[in-house]
């Protein structure tokens, strides 16, 4: 058995817990006819890993999976579960999937949305995403995705719109909100949709994610089979995603350029030949992005972004915060970074001692670059360099760089760092200038000063996550959700009831006296039930039983089918397995 890894800390807010209890006789069902429906279709459209992934990882068929079974199985592969609910953050899903953890929301669609929901639940989670873990290198590209998104950089852009998505969801398969709600939530996500100034690399890995592990087709792209967790937890969208009506486009890097819509059915889906170039186009991408590339260009993508980044010098020295002023010399290498709130300072993503947020809540800002006349970066500043420039104990010196910017001030130490290298000077009643402009001022402290020359990385997110809360945690631990309602509490029973049932081997008499009160219960009371009534149907027909409020039965689903598109394909599909 693989090695499971310690979950850290910073993540735990965002870990709910299953409550079992609070899935429904209904909620049961419905997950029933899901697995039973695309067993049947996905035997012969779905990549071959799935059925048996299913297995592997502890779903089944007849009830919604316990959470501790599953991580069980899919402690075999290496991989553990961890229950959320809902929506998390991005950057927090990023994490989670980058150490090998998969969050499983443990809500439970509601039966009106039971060929989709854009909300995350226990269907796409449980019976999508997990089984395709049991294929080796779509494991590793799920593994190696995580590595490179956790790198992202994220806008503030990106943030708003998740949490106007996360509210479209949530209110869609809230079952007290209103049309007008939903139509609220509706709009207040298109436009924030509508206002995004720039795509975000975060963005743009989303798109490669929706494209792939939710919505991805795998083999020719004459016939490709489904290995995307959306389209297998969605039983409506995989039995329209294989027709002429949907485009098939080859897998390449392009496809993070290619928008989506979560509330809606996709037009085009992106067919990739095997698992392996899912890598290596995840590779083709990280060469573009700015924790490889480093520079100006980085830098840029950080300050335009306005969420916390982390800035990597030369000398290993990491710098975590909100970048706010880049200023460039004539050859447009950077000399000077400004950082606004709180600011972290780290080496090997590991923070250093004194230099967190509490201690840099005001900002952080540092010239980088080379040494006037000694053509050296700070870092590499020999003790007899200091002294030459005046840096003896308890006197002033003047440090300048070749940028024209000059410290001055007292030197009271120096963090050392590999390969003899330093990482930071603090000076003790320093000014420090650029022409006329103060940059900082004595009475404003210590100043901490950067060592470095070249901007090697910049990467979303803190260096050390541990001390540093990569985005807001929730005030509370969030709760899974129930579809109970006191309104349907007797046709949950009745549910219960027809499970018991199925279950038991009770005697005709009992059978034909049970089933018969409940179809004459949905006959007056509950004409809008399809399931229950297909449940019956199918009972009867694997006993061989023929009951005279059976036709009544197949009559009701009739009149049903003829009301709407969705109600005659799920119903038609049900019968199909009769």
């Known amino acids: 058995m693989a090695q499971v890894r310690e979950i850290p800390g910073y993540l735990t807010p965002y870990i709910a817990r299953q409550e079992y209890d609070k899935y429904t006789a209904i909620d049961h069902a419905a997950w029933r006819y899901i697995m039973r429906v695309a067993g049947d279709f996905f035997t012969d459209h779905a990549y071959s890993t799935y059925l048996r992934g299913l297995a592997e990882t502890g779903i089944n068929t007849e009830r919604i999976p316990r959470l501790e079974e599953m991580n069980a199985c899919l402690n075999r592969f290496g991989w553990q579960a961890v229950a959320v609910s809902g929506f998390i953050p991005p950057q927090v899903f990023m994490e989670f999937q980058s150490l090998g953890i998969m969050p499983i929301a443990c809500d439970m669609r509601k039966l009106e949305n039971i060929t989709y929901t854009p909300a995350p639940d226990i269907v ?32 503030w852009e990106d943030i708003e719109l998740y949490d106007a998505i996360r509210q479209l969801s949530e209110m869609k398969e809230n079952p007290t909100a209103t049309d007008l709600d939903v139509e609220n939530a509706q709009r207040q996500f298109e436009e924030k949709a509508a206002s995004i100034s720039w795509i975000s690399e975060a963005t743009e890995l989303s798109r490669m994610y ?181 840096f003896r104990p308890g006197q002033r010196g003047r440090l300048e760089f070749a940028s024209g910017i000059v410290v001055d001030g007292e030197l009271i130490s120096s963090t050392p760092g590999k390969r003899d290298r330093r990482l930071l000077l603090s000076f003790r009643d320093c000014t420090v200038t650029q022409g006329m402009e103060v940059l900082f001022r004595p009475e404003w402290g210590t100043f901490d000063m950067a060592c470095g020359d070249l901007v090697e990385s910049v990467f979303g997110g803190p260096a050390d996550r541990s001390k540093f809360v990569i985005t807001r945690p929730p005030r509370q631990l969030p709760r899974q959700k129930t579809n109970h309602s006191d309104a349907r509490a007797g046709l949950e029973e009745m549910y219960a009831t027809v499970r018991r049932l199925r279950e038991s081997n009770p005697a005709l008499e009992v059978l034909a006296g049970e089933l018969g009160s409940i179809a004459g219960m949905l006959s007056t009371s509950w004409s809008q039930d399809w399931l229950l009534r297909l449940e019956i149907l199918e009972l009867c027909a694997n006993r061989s039983l023929r009951f005279d409020f059976l036709d009544r039965l197949h009559g009701e689903l009739d009149t049903l089918e003829a009301s709407s598109p969705m109600l005659a394909e799920v119903i038609q599909r049900g019968r199909k397995l009769l």
């Not at 989670?125 to 997990?130: I, L, S, V, W």
């Open 124 to 155: 796409h989670e449980a019976a999508g995403h997990a089984p395709m873990v049991a294929d080796m290198d779509y494991r590793q590209y799920l593994i190696n995705y995580g590595e490179v998104s956790r790198k992202a950089i994220f806008s």
């Open 210 to 390: 929706w494209w792939t592990v939710e919505y991805g087709l795998v083999g020719s792209l004459e016939k490709p089979q489904i290995y995307g967790a959306g389209l297998l937890s969605s039983i409506g969208e995989s039995f329209h995603c294989l027709s002429e009506d949907v485009t098939h486009l080859p897998m390449d890097v392009s496809c993070v350029h290619q928008e989506f819509d979560i509330t809606r059915p996709q037009p085009q889906l992106f067919v990739t030949p095997d698992f392996t170039v899912l890598s290596e186009i995840l590779e083709e991408y990280a060469a573009t992005m700015a924790f490889r590339v480093g520079g100006l260009k980085a830098l840029e993508e950080a300050r335009r972004a306005r969420t916390v980044t982390t800035t990597v010098l030369d000398t290993g020295l990491q710098i975590s915060g909100i970048l706010q002023d880049i200023r460039v010399d004539l050859d447009n290498r950077p000399f000077f970074l400004r950082y606004s709130d709180g600011v972290q300072l780290s080496q090997d993503d590991i923070q250093l001692e004194g230099h967190g947020r509490e201690y840099h809540a005001q900002g952080f800002s540092s010239p980088i670059g080379r040494i006037k006349n000694l053509n050296i970066c700070p870092g590499e500043l020999s003790d007899t360099d200091l002294e030459r420039m005046g």
